[in-house]
């Protein structure tokens, strides 16, 4: 049976806790009768000075028996260490689930320039979770709150699929410990569910750049699934190959900061949208031969009309703007590497001194290129979102004290539109406010998403280290950059 959303949101966890300290208790029990059977029979009649056939099979029996008492007692071990496991992940998964259902249900009235509509969520059934708005809007819900309708069905539905997924995992593990045989005890032992999920996840990370999305979604919930210690080792078996699979793609909401110009070709065009296209291609050209390289490149994309997303070089926009390099490393990195090192030193004590690693991600943060310092990204993006993902390690070190470690990237979206109130002003050209929002509600041009990653770098916390430098962007985004035109879908500017 599929599970759905109901059968997550509704799931009594607390029986699960129950039968865990059953087990336990089961466990506990039947150590100290062990304990009895192996110190009083087996001694005594290991020591018992007969001899004969009935000896023998005596012998025989209470080795048997005391062998049958071990293996429920690691039996019962291994069921506990599982339903233990189990409960504290389905508990974590069922909150955030209902958490974030909650969030959707509630909306953000402060948003500003308006407020984000509260969407309704339920069961779309095998598997899937509906989210719809709670506003009936004859022209359908603008930009944003399609992204964040679409934002919440997918996060909430990967959350219905990992609940799937661990309890697909538990019944593996309870089968392996308990075997096929309801007359022999003692099979496969369990600590965790590590021991189910690890080699799962090895086997993916294995894959590298060569993993599909399906799988790549499954790698992402069993490295959150994962605890410290097992997690360490992926690590350290699959680093680059993680990396390649898109370990560290950004979790929290990519949407649009605003409704945007509206909808796309909904308008007829008129003699002087034709007009504003032709000062809009002649204004490519412009920037592209001067120092607005990106803003060129996006407005042409605009132009194009295809609405398909553009990668941002986001190594070159922190280069380029040493406030933006500033915001990140004080809002996604100095702002909270204290408390990373903490948590990780403090998992890394509780797996008695060996390696572990953490996840971390940070929240959205929104930062506004100037027009005055830095023009060709004020004009490319504006405002941009960004955020930090990464992972902390924790390693003994050569003189045996811990090494706290921070591998992570930075990654930057936006959604490149010309909603009401927004021109251009460059030089000669002269595009009056709403202008080059008209080009998409007329079907001339069209919104897109801009997203993109820096390079992962490396660096350790609490010895005062410098955040790391951005790597070298080069000839990125530049007239002389050989593959600007293929992020941009290929073609030449419009000349």
């Given at each position: 049976?599929?599970?759905?959303?109901?059968?997550?949101?509704?799931?009594?966890?607390?029986?699960?806790?129950?039968?865990?300290?059953?087990?336990?208790?089961?466990?506990?029990?039947?150590?100290?009768?062990?304990?009895?059977?192996?110190?009083?029979?087996?001694?005594?009649?290991?020591?018992?000075?007969?001899?004969?056939?009935?000896?023998?099979?005596?012998?025989?029996?209470?080795?048997?028996?005391?062998?049958?008492?071990?293996d429920l007692q690691r039996e019962a071990k291994s069921i506990?260490?599982?339903?233990?496991?189990?409960?504290?992940?389905?508990?974590?998964?069922?909150?955030?689930?209902?958490?974030?259902?909650?969030?959707?249900?509630?909306?953000?009235?402060?948003?500003?320039?308006?407020?984000?509509?509260?969407?309704?969520?339920?069961?779309?059934?095998?598997?899937?979770?509906?989210?719809?708005?709670?506003?009936?809007?004859?022209?359908?819900?603008?930009?944003?709150?399609?992204?964040?309708?679409?934002?919440?069905?997918?996060?909430?539905?990967?959350?219905?699929?990992?609940?799937?997924?661990?309890?697909?995992?538990?019944?593996?593990?309870?089968?392996?410990?308990?075997?096929?045989?309801?007359?022999?005890?003692?099979?496969?032992?369990?600590?965790?569910?590590?021991?189910?999920?690890?080699?799962?996840?090895?086997?993916?990370?294995?894959?590298?750049?060569?993993?599909?999305?399906?799988?790549?979604?499954?790698?992402?919930?069993?490295?959150?699934?994962l605890s410290p210690d097992a997690r360490a080792q992926l690590?350290?078996?699959?680093?680059?190959?993680?990396?390649?699979?898109?370990?560290?793609?950004?979790?929290?909401?990519?949407?649009?900061?605003?409704?945007?110009?509206?909808?796309?070709?909904?308008?007829?065009?008129?003699?002087?949208?034709?007009?504003?296209?032709?000062?809009?291609?002649?204004?490519?050209?412009?920037?592209?031969?001067?120092?607005?390289?990106?803003?060129?490149?996006?407005?042409?994309?605009?132009?194009?009309?295809?609405?398909?997303?553009?990668?941002?070089?986001?190594?070159?926009?922190?280069?380029?703007?040493?406030?933006?390099?500033?915001?990140?490393?004080?809002?996604?990195?100095?702002?909270?590497?204290?408390?990373?090192?903490?948590?990780?030193?403090?998992?890394?004590?509780?797996?008695?001194?060996?390696?572990?690693?953490?996840?971390?991600?940070?929240?959205?943060?929104?930062?506004?290129?100037?027009?005055?310092?830095?023009?060709?990204?004020?004009?490319?993006?504006?405002?941009?979102?960004?955020?930090?993902?990464?992972?902390?390690?924790?390693?003994?070190?050569?003189?045996?004290?811990?090494?706290?470690?921070?591998?992570?990237?930075?990654?930057?979206?936006?959604?490149?539109?010309?909603?009401?109130?927004?021109?251009?002003?460059?030089?000669?050209?002269?595009?009056?406010?709403?202008?080059?929002?008209?080009?998409?509600?007329?079907?001339?041009?069209?919104?897109?998403?801009?997203?993109?990653?820096?390079?992962?770098?490396?660096?350790?916390?609490?010895?005062?280290?410098?955040?790391?430098?951005?790597?070298?962007?080069?000839?990125?985004?530049?007239?002389?950059?050989?593959?600007?035109?293929?992020?941009?879908?290929?073609?030449?500017?419009?000349?």
């Open positions: 049976m599929t599970l759905t959303w109901t059968d997550l949101i509704t799931l009594d966890l607390g029986k699960l806790n129950e039968a865990a300290t059953e087990w336990k208790t089961a466990a506990e029990e039947l150590a100290k009768l062990h304990g009895t059977v192996r110190d009083g029979l087996v001694k005594k009649s290991e020591a018992a000075r007969w001899e004969g056939v009935n000896a023998t099979v005596t012998r025989e029996f209470v080795r048997s028996a005391a062998k049958e008492v071990d506990h260490a599982v339903l233990t496991d189990a409960h504290a992940e389905l508990t974590r998964i069922q909150k955030q689930a209902k958490t974030l259902a909650e969030e959707a249900r509630q909306g953000d009235p402060t948003h500003d320039p308006e407020p984000d509509p509260g969407l309704l969520v339920s069961d779309g059934g095998g598997g899937k979770v509906r989210v719809e708005s709670s506003i009936c809007d004859a022209k359908g819900p603008n930009q944003r709150t399609q992204d964040m309708i679409r934002w919440y069905a997918d996060t909430l539905a990967g959350l219905v699929t990992h609940a799937a997924e661990v309890d697909a995992a538990v019944t593996r593990a309870l089968r392996a410990s308990h075997g096929a045989d309801p007359h022999n005890a003692g099979h496969a032992e369990y600590t965790s569910l590590d021991q189910d999920q690890l080699p799962r996840a090895m086997k993916l990370a294995a894959l590298g750049e060569d993993v599909k999305p399906a799988q790549q979604a499954e790698l992402r919930r069993l490295w959150q699934s690590w350290t078996a699959h680093r680059d190959d993680l990396l390649a699979a898109g370990l560290f793609n950004p979790s929290v909401k990519q949407v649009a900061p605003d409704r945007g110009s509206g909808k796309h070709g909904a308008q007829e065009t008129e003699w002087n949208d034709w007009v504003t296209r032709t000062k809009m291609q002649g204004l490519v050209v412009f920037a592209d031969g001067g120092d607005l390289n990106d803003a060129s490149r996006h407005m042409k994309h605009y132009l194009d009309n295809t609405g398909i997303p553009m990668e941002l070089p986001v190594d070159k926009m922190l280069t380029d703007d040493d406030g933006f390099q500033s915001h990140v490393d004080r809002r996604h990195l100095l702002n909270h590497e204290a408390a990373w090192r903490e948590q990780a030193l403090a998992e890394y004590e509780r797996n008695g001194g060996r390696a572990v690693a953490i996840p971390v991600e940070t929240a959205n943060a929104d930062y506004s290129f100037s027009q005055g310092t830095e023009p060709n990204w004020f004009y490319a993006v504006g405002s941009a979102r960004s955020n930090v993902t990464g992972v902390v390690t924790v390693v003994p070190g050569a003189d045996g004290r811990p090494v706290v470690g921070l591998d992570y990237q930075v990654n930057v979206w936006d959604r490149y539109n010309w909603d009401e109130g927004k021109g251009v002003h460059i030089g000669k050209f002269d595009i009056p406010d709403g202008e080059p929002g008209q080009q998409h509600k007329v079907g001339l041009a069209q919104e897109f998403n801009m997203a993109g990653s820096g390079s992962v770098k490396h660096y350790e916390l609490g010895n005062g280290a410098a955040v790391p430098a951005p790597d070298d962007p080069g000839r990125a985004g530049e007239r002389s950059d050989p593959g600007r035109h293929a992020r941009d879908g290929g073609g030449d500017v419009d000349r």
